[in-house]
């Protein structure tokens, strides 16, 4: 099930983006590390109704932020669709156990249905150059790749910006 994240559901989503971060810097891909995302960041989605989680059973495994707002750091990029309604997707993340099930796609299908029901032109997002899985989960649900942005406190390695255009 995908729901709203609430409050109290801070804990869980927390653990779950560690273990991601853990997860990739294991496997040599230093897109997230102990500083990102915090419990800032997630309780600034929670309390915006912008985080959502996957559940089975009532245990949160996975969870995404969906926003109507571009950040400012998107607007260098020559985007597909002029800027006047997307949906922005950050923070997308499954428990590395979980992993291989399906359940990324379960959310990304979540979210552009949701851009479809708010009439959104397109979906936006970035993911870090040196995560190829990401960058092929991406491609193969036709997000094109339309720039590069760079966070200097992550990497010195660019993140690809991929735009998806709504029918």
Not at 71 to 80: A, E, G, M
């Amino acid at each position: 099930m995908i729901r709203k994240a609430i409050v109290k559901d801070i804990t869980p989503v927390k653990q779950i983006t560690e273990a991601c971060a853990r997860h990739m810097i294991a496997n040599g891909i230093f897109q997230w590390n102990e500083h990102y995302p915090d419990l800032a960041v997630l309780k600034k989605d929670i309390n915006q109704e912008a985080l959502y989680v996957y559940t089975i059973e009532n245990e949160i495994i996975g969870c995404v932020m969906f926003s109507f707002q571009m950040d400012d750091f998107y607007s260098t990029i020559d985007w597909l669709t002029p800027n006047k309604k997307q949906l922005y997707v950050h923070r997308l993340a499954v428990h590395p156990e979980q992993q291989g099930k399906g359940i990324a796609r379960e959310l990304m299908d979540f979210g552009e249905q949701l851009a479809r029901e708010n009439n959104c032109l397109s979906i936006r997002l970035d993911t870090f150059s040196k995560n190829p899985r990401n960058n092929r989960f991406y491609t193969a649900r036709d997000y094109k790749k339309v720039g590069e942005v760079f966070f200097e406190q992550k990497s010195p390695h660019p993140f690809y910006c991929y735009e998806k255009v709504l029918d």
